[in-house]
């Protein structure tokens, strides 16, 4: 886990932000290049949709930590079980296109059809 929490993070539901797009994660240490853009079409993703993606990534390139994540489960259910199948057949598939489990998470908003409130 590269995020220490500081203090308690319950504000941040009440965040505009979030309240917007039902999502925030921290960005991780690893940068640009981490994720093939082949899993784009892999997945049956128009690579315009990384552009969308990265627009969400603030002032530092960097994918998602994954040791802890903020979602709105009942504005993102879709993007949650787009996540489980992107994991759960992983393995000689789609960790082939990128480092880890991190990195699924903006796909799955991609696929889902919202890469547009995927934000960290």
Not at 13 to 37: C, H, Q, S, T
Not at 46 to 65: I, Q, T, W
Request: with cysteine; hydrophobic share 40%.
């Amino acid at each position: 886990c590269d995020v220490v929490l500081r203090k308690d993070p319950a504000y941040m539901f009440d965040a505009p932000l979030y309240k917007e797009r039902g999502n925030y994660f921290w960005g991780d240490i690893y940068g640009a290049g981490m994720v093939n853009d082949g899993v784009f079409e892999y997945v049956g993703l128009n690579k315009s949709v990384k552009g969308v993606l990265d627009e969400g990534k603030a002032d530092f390139n960097r994918y998602a930590e994954s040791g802890q994540v903020m979602i709105n489960r009942a504005m993102h259910l879709d993007v949650l079980e787009w996540t489980w199948f992107l994991n759960a057949f992983s393995k000689g598939f789609i960790y082939d296109y990128m480092y880890g489990d991190k990195d699924t998470y903006g796909v799955a908003f991609g696929l889902a059809g919202k890469a547009h409130m995927y934000q960290h």
